[in-house]
């Protein structure tokens, strides 16, 4: 029987990508007679392709997909990292056929070339997603592999939870090893102590025993490691130097030396581009749509209070970044030297710095406000690149001094102009509570949560909610 994550499941991968690329050139040739022409193609009277293509295209799609790990089950546990590498391989594969196509086989149809990449991505996926699901089917007879957390603090739960999200795969874990009894759970129950672990792995028939003690145990590693040396069991560790990790620490080889980074961006180079592509194309959307309500907004300004339309003021972007933020003026000019005047503890000691009745405010301000057209002009910042549509709101660069190390996780992202707190909240949460949202932002970042939240924010606004 094949295991999801077993050589011989990425063998049999390997031969049904090949099989199902063959299968799409193929009805891709079938079909072609039959799909609607337009004007701007050039008619091909023959659709047949010679026997060396057949021989060729397989070939380089398994090459390309093995180059780009599309093979390897530690970069494709959640569907979606598996469907991103999928389509990026088969993008890379296209290009280069098309390429070996456009030198050797110039009367090769591109529509036929075009059917045939889109059918090929479509069975490809198709095949995963079934795959996915007999898996999960499966989780209900009994796992393959028993596993045993020496360590049952943070990052043991934490690889607790992991497991149980993942059980499907065949991990099946049966409790955990700690000198405090007290941190068992019903799910995840302690077992014995450390030094209880040869027993427990005799009595419990463990297969793998995960080490995730937290720092200060280190020193019992080297003897839990000697002590089960001579037995049948897979032993890793989960260093817990991922709790000084500010964004997200991932493990990496550098230069054949397996080493920690403690700074790993929270966004990969593909989810960047995304993100970027998207706000630009969103917001100069956007910006066109409300310049004549721009236009209107900034005469009102003008009229109501003396000073300037446009309100620039420094923020701290991604990474620490400081940049200029430009908003509509709702103050009164010199706002900001008042600004210790109003700001205040919560019962919590944490600072708040912003008040429905302020009295900075002009008439024009509050409607501003309420409505959030101040926070228009930022479509300007978006499209420069110092903000994004979605993402943490930009800081205020004497707050920063405020914040506790774990806070500043939110500045692993572009910052943005609405995002996760203001739609779960707004100005009604102080610091430390929109902190905590944000993380979570940075922690669960998607396209789907950007456009989710873009979505929301127009009713959030309507309803006026904790917005002053």
């Known amino acids: 029987m094949l295991r999801r994550f077993s050589v ?30 337009f004007p701007f193609l050039v008619r091909v009277a023959d659709y047949t392709i010679p026997f060396l293509i057949y021989l060729m295209v397989p070939l380089l799609w398994v090459t390309v997909f ?13 569907i979606t990292d598996e469907f991103q590498s999928v389509i990026l391989a088969t993008a890379v594969a296209s290009l280069i056929f098309a390429g070996i196509l456009y030198l050797g086989f110039r009367e090769f149809s591109r529509y036929l070339l075009a059917t045939f990449v889109m059918l090929d991505l479509l069975l490809l996926l198709s095949w995963r997603v079934l795959a996915r699901l007999y898996f999960r089917q499966k989780q209900r007879t009994p796992a393959q592999h028993r596993v045993l957390i020496a360590g049952a603090g943070q990052t043991g739960r934490r690889v607790g939870q992991m497991m149980r999200q993942y059980n499907w795969t065949g991990l099946d874990l049966i409790g955990c090893l700690d000198d405090d009894p007290q941190k068992g759970a019903p799910d995840m129950p302690v077992l014995g102590r450390i030094e209880d672990a040869r027993y427990v792995i005799s009595a419990q028939q463990i297969d793998d025993v995960v080490i995730a003690l937290p720092q200060r145990a280190y020193g019992k590693i080297n003897d839990l490691v000697l002590a ?10 989960v260093p817990d130097y991922f709790s000084l990790a500010l964004y997200r620490a991932t493990a990496e080889d550098f230069g054949g030396v397996p080493m920690i980074n403690l700074r790993d961006p929270a966004l990969n180079d593909v989810q960047r581009l995304v993100k970027r592509v998207f706000d630009l194309a969103l917001g100069s959307v956007m910006l066109l749509f409300w310049l004549p309500i721009l236009a209107v907004v900034a005469l009102a300004v003008k009229l109501d209070s003396p000073g300037p339309v446009f309100f620039r003021q420094e923020r701290v972007g991604e990474n620490g970044r400081i940049f200029r933020m430009v908003k509509f003026r709702t103050m009164v000019p010199g706002a900001e030297k008042m600004q210790q005047e109003i700001s205040e503890l919560n019962e919590d000691g ?8 302020d009295p900075r405010v002009t008439r024009v301000g509050h409607f501003l406000r309420r409505t959030s057209l101040d926070e228009m002009p930022q479509l300007f910042n978006v499209l420069k690149g110092d903000m994004s549509l979605v993402g943490p709101r930009p800081e205020l660069p004497w707050l920063l001094d405020q914040y506790e190390i774990w806070q500043r996780k ?12 203001q739609v779960n909240g707004r100005s009604d949460k102080p610091m430390h509570l929109n902190t905590e949202d944000d993380i979570y932002y940075v922690q669960n970042y998607s396209l789907w949560m950007d456009i989710y939240i873009i979505i929301k924010t127009p009713w959030v606004v309507l309803r006026g909610k904790g917005a002053y």
């Open 228 to 237: 089960l040396h001579d037995l049948p069991v897979n032993v890793r560790i």
């Open 66 to 78: 093995l180059v780009a790990s599309v093979y390897d089950p530690r970069r494709n546990y959640k």
């Open 410 to 421: 939110r500045f692993a992202v572009p910052q943005g102009m609405t995002g996760w707190w």
């Open 8 to 37: 011989n499941f990425a063998v049999f991968s390997m031969a049904l990508d090949a099989g199902l690329t063959l299968l799409a050139l193929q009805l891709a040739v079938w079909l072609r007679p039959f799909l609607p022409t």
């Open 350 to 357: 944490k600072i708040i710095f912003k008040h429905p009745n």
